[in-house]
Structure formats: C-alpha cells, structure tokens
C-alpha cells in the first residue's frame, strides 16, 4: 500500500506541474516553443543543499551542453551518464540534480548530465549520435560507466546502449532505467486504459511528444526512438523500476517481457498503486527504497 507522503505527492504534483491534456497538438506546440524561448537552460542546482560547496562542475560543448558534476573531497572511481526525462520537450529539471547528485555520492562517482535539444523544435536525429559516442567515451574512463536515466531519458539512455552494442563500443557496467519512455509506437493496447488512473501523464501530450521526437510517424518505431522493440540481446545488466499508477507502465511490462525472452539481464521492480518516477521524488519511503535497490543493483 503506497504511504501517506506518497498519496499526498500524487495529489499535489498535477496542480503544481499544471498538468492538463492537450487541447490541440498545435496550441500545443505553440505553447512549448514559447516556454522554450523564456528558458533558462543553466544547470538549476537548487534542490541540491551547498551544492557550490560539495560540487564541482564542468561543462562541456558536444554540439549542446553537457555537464559534468564531480563530488568535492571524493576522487571518483566510475561514471554515471544520466539522461533526464521531461517527455524529449522539457529541460533538466533540478530534481533530476538530486538525484543524480545523490547516487553519484553513493557509488563515488562523478556524473555526467548531458542538456541534450528539446522538442518541438529538435528530434532525436539532433542528438543521438553526439550523446552515444560522447557515453561511449566515457564508459573508456576507470571505473566503467552507469547509464541511467527517467522516463523519456530512460528511453533514451536505453538507445544509447542499443546502439553502443551495435558499434562495438565499451559497454556500460549497468543500465538504471526509472519509468523508462521506450515504446514511442504505444503499441500496448492497455495503455488507454492507464490514462484512467495516471493523473500526471496524459495520452494525447504522449501521442504528440512521441512524434515530435521522432520528426515522423513513419520514424516512430526505429530503435533510436523507440528502443524497447529493438533487439535487446547482449545489453548490459539493468534494473527497471516503475509504479502502476503510470501512464508508462503498459511499455515498462512490454520491455520487461521483451527482456525475459533475449539473453538481457533486467531485474523489475513493478510497485503496486506507485506514480510516475516514483523514485526521484522526494520525501518519500518508497523513493528510499528504490534508491537502496539501485545502489544495490550498481555496486
């Protein structure tokens, strides 16, 4: 049974987050492209407490920004590569911060947050090749690489290894995968169903945010877009967790079953009545439990 600091957070999130369905793709769009010219794409650190003090930070140019966050007083010893989520349309959100912030203090790590371009305005033809050869580079480093991500950055760091595995590149360590957004096609047909107890995610911003990142509904189901219907042999070992309480949680069961039918190590952690990247949010018993699976899952 979720917690009472959980039912209240599921409650609380829609209103803050103003979380509405779409009434036409195009006020839609409007309205993103505008929100996107107001934004301040700088690294928001502050859900991090002294961050300045803990933190370093370094920021490269790999045709966008990617920003390289290190533990002061912590000689790292591996590298965690987290793709954040936001439906391919919103930026790095400081949450995403702590939490990457969190586990790279946990696993002595520093962490590598890569700002990739959003949509409607870009597709994932914009980044992908920048964000698997720059992953690539870094699963070279000691210590190997962790690639993580939520939701549409689940997704993605899903395709990052799909396509690091095609390359013959040094594969990541492990694969930390919350909510992951990896069947753009929507192909599972209970997913309209999960837009009846999902009050945060909304089915027709899904349909719209899918095929703004794929550029076409032709490019819909390549693996780069939707990498949950790629071939899933020989990825590295994974943990995926999601709650029921999610719009996702239709494509998490399809790449769970996806997984148990090719040679792919993925542990699932399915929690009953649980929202939407439960485990990045804060105050929360569940989240401290997640967090504890993942490090056990990593180390």
């Not at 492209?33 to 370093?56: I, K, M, N, Q, Y």
């Not at 914009?126 to 939701?151: K, T």
Request: charged share 25%.
């Amino acid at each position: 049974m979720p917690s009472l600091q959980h039912d209240a957070l599921a409650a609380l999130i829609p209103r803050l987050r103003r979380s509405r369905e779409l009434d036409t793709e195009a006020n839609e769009r409007a309205r993103v492209v505008a929100w996107h010219e107001r934004l301040d794409r700088s690294l928001p650190t502050g859900a991090v407490p002294g961050f300045a003090r803990r933190f370093s930070v370094v920021t490269e140019d790999i045709g966008f920004p990617s920003h390289v966050v290190t533990p002061r007083h912590l000689t790292p010893i591996r590298t965690i590569y987290y793709v954040h989520g936001g439906g391919f349309m919103a930026p790095i959100d400081a949450h995403h911060v702590r939490y990457a912030t969190r586990l790279a203090r946990a696993l002595r790590a520093r962490v590598v947050l890569p700002d990739y371009p959003l949509a409607p305005e870009h597709t994932w033809r914009d980044s992908h090749e920048a964000l698997v050869a720059h992953a690539s580079r870094w699963a070279d480093e000691p210590g190997g690489l962790v690639l993580a991500g939520d939701s549409a950055g689940g997704g993605l760091a899903l395709a990052i290894a799909v396509a690091m595995r095609d390359r013959g590149a040094t594969p990541a360590t492990h694969l930390v995968l919350h909510a992951p957004w990896g069947d753009l096609t929507t192909s599972t047909p209970e997913t309209a169903e999960f837009d009846k107890v999902d009050r945060w995610l909304f089915l027709g911003k899904l349909h719209a945010y899918a095929v703004w990142w794929a550029g076409s509904e032709a490019d819909l189901g390549r693996p780069e877009v939707s990498p949950a219907l790629a071939d899933l042999d020989g990825l590295p070992p994974g943990i995926m967790l999601y709650g029921t309480r999610d719009l996702l949680a239709p494509g998490c069961r399809l790449l769970a079953r996806r997984a148990a039918e090719s040679s792919w190590d993925l542990t699932v952690v399915e929690e009953p009545d649980l929202i939407h990247v439960y485990g990045l949010l804060p105050l929360l018993p569940e989240a401290r439990r997640a967090f504890r699976q993942v490090v056990e899952a990593v180390s």
